[in-house]
T-cell receptor, first 109, second 114 residues
Framework: EDQVTQSPEALRLQEGESSSLNCSYT??????LFWYRQDPGKGPEFLFT???AGEEKEKERLKATLTKKESFLHITAPKPEDSATYLC??????????FGPGTSLSVIP | DGGITQSPKYLFRKEGQNVTLSCEQN?????MYWYRQDPGQGLRLIYY???????QKGDIAEGYSVSREKKESFPLTVTSAQKNPTAFYLC?????????????FGPGTRLLVL
């Protein structure tokens, strides 16, 4: 069964304390892996798409990486405004998009 | 400004009532989607439409209906058959560019039962 999991479920960081969020997947063929940021009560905001193992993408303090089984979202020197829920989604070879449950990130000043 | 709009932001449903959630996009995207989001769960696909006048059931279509009469619009009706409708509903459209596909989301509608 196709599945996407994310860990940890929740993460509290001090401002400036770098860390990583994990997205693990078991799907029948990967066409793309997506990261989104979601603020409370709002729709998800697109961050990155990764297509093949070894690919990396960066945006400000965020860097996403992809292996054959998982993706990491690295957050370098986070600020309080980085607090949000980060969603991972996988597009399978038969064009289905499966979302993980998300990681809730809190960055404390 | 190009984007996806959803209305209303909050919607209250009485017992036995059908309610309709609006989704409009001016991005000229062919494909549109409806998802349901519950606390602690990933987004679950309700319905999707690849082109005008065509739509397909997603994983949790029971108790919901849609129409796609215009490219820009993809309304979702939550019928009285949906026994647990309280959730955050998200509409998305898909961009296809140079072989890459990305879904963009609207701001969401929160549905509450009175």
């Amino acid at each position: 069964e196709d599945q996407v999991t994310q860990s940890p479920e929740a993460l509290r960081l001090q401002e400036g304390e770098s860390s990583s969020l994990n997205c693990s997947y078991t799907v029948s063929g990967l066409r793309g892996l997506f990261w989104y940021r979601q603020d409370p009560g709002k729709g998800p905001e697109f961050l990155f798409t990764l297509y093949s193992a070894g690919e990396e993408k960066e945006k400000e303090r965020l860097k996403a990486t992809l292996t054959k089984k998982e993706s990491f979202l690295h957050i370098t020197a986070p600020k309080p405004e980085d607090s949000a829920t980060y969603l991972c989604a996988v597009q399978t070879s038969y064009d289905k998009v499966i979302f993980g449950p998300g990681t809730s990130l809190s960055v404390i000043p | 400004d190009g984007g996806i709009t959803q209305s209303p932001k909050y919607l209250f449903r009485k017992e036995g009532q059908n309610v309709t959630l609006s989704c409009e996009q001016n991005l000229n995207h062919d494909a549109m989607y409806w998802y349901r989001q519950d606390p602690g769960q990933g987004l679950r696909l309700i319905y999707y439409s690849q082109i005008v006048n065509d739509f397909q059931k997603g994983d949790i279509a029971e108790g919901y209906s849609v129409s796609r009469e215009k490219k820009e619009s993809f309304p979702l009706t939550v019928t009285s058959a949906q026994k647990n409708p309280t959730a955050f509903y998200l509409c998305a459209s898909r961009e296809r560019l140079a072989g890459q596909e990305t879904q963009y989301f609207g701001p969401g509608t929160r549905l509450l039962v009175l």
